[in-house]
């Protein structure tokens, strides 16, 4: 439902202004509106300005605002860590603090510079990782003579192994050694050492063949591959060391300033709030005028506090809303336990107008009654509630999941009930098992009839639309808009009675009365809603005739639910057929939960909303602390 | 007689296959443009549902047709 709302002007002394703002704040039921257009007279214009700041108030403000950001700097080098509540009033600290500020934010701001440097060293380092790994134990292994040359490279597999050797055993005769060892990502690391007379030529003819050297940072060149690696893991070990430090000093810096500095940030928030609203306020000389809109259950509690808190020297005051005032009115959505699920399906339509209606009551009693007209099978039914209410059990902190169980539980419900007016539960197995039989028809056999419903549903469901947008018109006071919406429910009454008539479920008795009606009806149409009005008849008759999806997909079900048991009983096999109509029952509800769901909501979105939901809504925002649901009196 | 209901047969396949392949493609274009419509504005998902749905009428209103020749409404 779209919550009543109040137009309201609160005034005072000046001096007020800021603990007015303050306290509007805390309780966050208040939006401010900035224009003034229809709050304020034509005649009192001349002496109402809008509030402009004093110098104090800016170089206050401004001084603010470049705290916020050092703090925002400094908090932005601190590690994510759960911060303690702070219940400090910060404004008696806040020169101490700056102090401060300067000072932890170049030591933090070091400290985190050191810390990028030393992760991208090791990002580098990592690099040479698998293959030091890799290496290391065939280290102790080797021939470490001063004549000797070290080859490190990294092989893709065994064969490449093959072909190295015999390349050189070509180079080198005999005169060369290779050590391979299997690295964690799935290659080789290889060794080979060689004399330093030939050491070049064989770089160079690994390099001819694409098999690459193991290259190491160019500091350090100078060193014996032995020493490379040595210094390479001690490098690492270092950097991992002075970054576990860091991280420590950051950690604890954070423990012990963290929550002050968020405190502080809280509060230069809330401050920085209160000068953005003064943007918003008018004043006289003496005066300050605060106009807004506020929900109407609301406007005595604070009145009341207003009286409360300043003794009577703040009035508020309901003012009158005017046809202009309509259109930007803001909108807050409520709704009873009942509906509130189905909020759900209306978050992802724009928010409704002040003076339209809110989708969700609507979609919360025609979407189940649909779902079941198209599932409608009480042994579906029955398995979806069981299903839906133990995933509700196990998700029930997430909202939407437990939002969309109580949806299905609902419209599992409507199943049931269907089911039973169909005779169905699980197909025809109803019937064998206990001698279900249908109340009101039979699906499977009885199509034309179900066609007939289908589009008779359609018929009631696009005429309840067409009159609230009747009434819609008749509230906001549009003459012709709403002698064309009555016209235009007219018309589909008589088509729909002239249709009725042929198919002979209506006297053709009245069918002259009816086209005699039409006659008189069309002229009116044409000239209060222009030549397109007659094609806005045909859609609303297309669109009824697009409820018959209700009948078709209904029939696919009950269908595939006979296959089921007629496919079980061909196996001949007790245990087989039951397996078969298990598994085809399943599948079967799956999509007995998808396309009723896709089928109700289309219905609902194209075929019943556009006849009379205006979107263009504006949401309703209180003035209030970031983090606070409003409301707080 | 057989060739009557072979022709009816017929002629109610062609009422629900074609408004379907017009369904099917008209939707594919739609679908496509919509996905990269929501990829830029996820708020405009109701428009699209919306978008995407409307020619499904056609195979609605084909269903209809087929239903009738069938069953000699």
């Known amino acids: 439902m779209i919550v009543r709302m109040s137009k309201v002007e609160l005034a005072g002394p000046r001096e007020l202004l800021e603990k007015v703002l303050s306290l509007l704040r805390d309780t966050g039921i208040l939006e401010i509106e900035p224009n003034s257009t229809g709050f304020i007279n034509k005649i009192d214009r001349v002496y109402i300005d809008s509030y402009l700041p004093d110098k104090s108030s800016l170089s206050e403000r401004l001084f603010l605002e470049d705290f916020k950001d050092r703090i925002n700097e400094l908090l932005s080098y601190l590690p994510r860590i759960v911060i303690r509540s702070g219940y400090f009033n910060p404004q008696s600290i806040i020169d101490t603090i700056s102090e401060t500020l300067q000072k932890h934010l ?8 050191r810390k990028e440097e030393l992760q991208k060293e090791l990002a580098e380092l990592s690099r040479y990782n698998i293959f030091l790994d890799a290496v290391e134990p065939l280290l102790s292994g080797l021939n470490k003579s001063p004549d000797l040359d070290f080859i490190g490279l990294t092989l893709k597999d065994h064969d490449a192994e093959e072909l190295l050797r015999r390349a050189l055993t070509h180079l080198a005769g005999d005169r060369y050694e290779l ?88 509060w230069i928030d809330e401050r920085l709030s209160l ?45 009158e809303i005017e046809e202009e005032d309509l259109d930007r009115m803001p909108v807050i959505l409520k709704n009873p336990p009942y509906f509130k699920p189905f909020e759900l399906f209306t978050r992802i339509l724009p928010l409704p107008r002040y003076t339209s209606y809110d989708p969700t ?21 029955l398995f979806i509630i069981i299903v839906s209410f133990f995933i509700f059990k196990k998700f029930r902190e997430k909202q939407n999941v437990a939002d969309a169980c109580r949806i299905l539980m609902i419209a599992s419900l409507h199943t049931i009930f269907f089911g039973i007016l169909y005779g169905e ?30 589009v008779s549903v359609g018929a009631v469901h696009v005429l309840i639309g067409s009159f609230l947008g009747l009434i819609t018109a008749v509230h906001r006071k549009m003459k012709k808009e709403a002698l064309l919406k009555l016209m235009h429910i007219l018309l589909i009454i008589s088509i729909v009675s002239i249709v009725a008539s042929l198919f002979g479920l209506f006297p053709a008795l009245m069918t002259k009365p ?23 008849v045909i859609k609303s008759i297309g669109n ?42 399943l599948l079967n509800m799956v999509i007995g939960i998808f396309s009723p769901t896709i089928h109700s909501l289309r219905l609902h979105y194209v075929e019943f909303f556009n006849k009379f939901i205006e979107a263009g809504g504006r949401k309703f925002e209180p003035f209030k602390k970031a983090d606070k649901k409003g409301g707080n009196i | 007689m057989n060739l009557e209901k072979v022709l009816m047969a017929f ?42 749905a409307i020619p499904e009428t056609m195979v609605i209103l084909g269903f209809v047709v087929s239903a009738m020749i069938l069953f000699g409404v």
């Open chain 1, 106 to 113: 170049l030591a933090c701001r070091g400290l985190y510079r």
């Open chain 2, 11 to 52: 002629a109610a396949a062609l009422a629900i296959g074609l408004p379907a392949l017009a369904t099917a493609w008209a939707q594919s274009k739609i679908g496509a443009a919509g996905a990269g419509t929501l990829a830029e504005k996820p708020e405009l998902s109701a428009t699209i549902i919306v978008l995407v």
């Open chain 1, 179 to 266: 050590l391979t060892s299997n690295a964690p990502d799935g290659t080789q690391a290889g060794l080979i050492s060689v004399n330093k007379d030939i050491s070049d030529r064989i770089k160079h003819a690994l390099s001819d063949k694409n098999i690459p050297e193991m290259k190491f940072p160019s500091a350090i060149g100078g060193l014996t591959f032995v020493d490379k690696i040595g210094f390479l893991k001690k490098r690492t070990s270092e950097i991992s060391d002075e970054l576990d430090m860091i991280n420590m000093q950051l950690d604890s810096f954070s423990m012990k300033w963290g929550t002050i500095y968020q405190r502080v940030k809280e």
């Open chain 1, 514 to 536: 009816v086209i005699l009606a039409i006659f008189i009806i069309t002229p009116v149409l044409l000239f209060t809603g222009g030549l397109l009005a007659p094609l806005e």
């Open chain 1, 425 to 454: 539960f699980f197909g025809e197995f109803g019937h064998t098992l206990f001698g279900l039989e249908p109340v009101f028809v039979e699906r499977r056999t009885a199509v034309i009839p179900m066609l007939y419903f289908a």
């Open chain 1, 275 to 319: 000068f953005r609203a003064t943007a918003s306020v008018f004043v006289t000389q003496m005066c300050f005028f605060i106009y807004g809109w506020t929900m109407s259950e609301d406007v005595t509690k604070l009145r009341e506090r207003l009286n409360k808190d300043f003794k009577g020297r703040v009035v508020l005051d309901e003012l």
């Open chain 1, 361 to 381: 009551p609507f979609i919360a009693i025609f979407f189940p009654v649909f779902f079941g007209m198209i599932l409608g099978d009480a042994g579906y039914g």
């Open chain 1, 544 to 585: 009824i005739i697009s409820y018959a999806r209700i009948m078709a997909i209904g029939l696919t079900s009950v269908l595939l639910a006979y296959v089921a048991n007629h496919l079980a009983g061909m196996t001949g096999d007790i245990i087989v057929g039951t397996v078969v109509a298990g598994l085809l029952h």
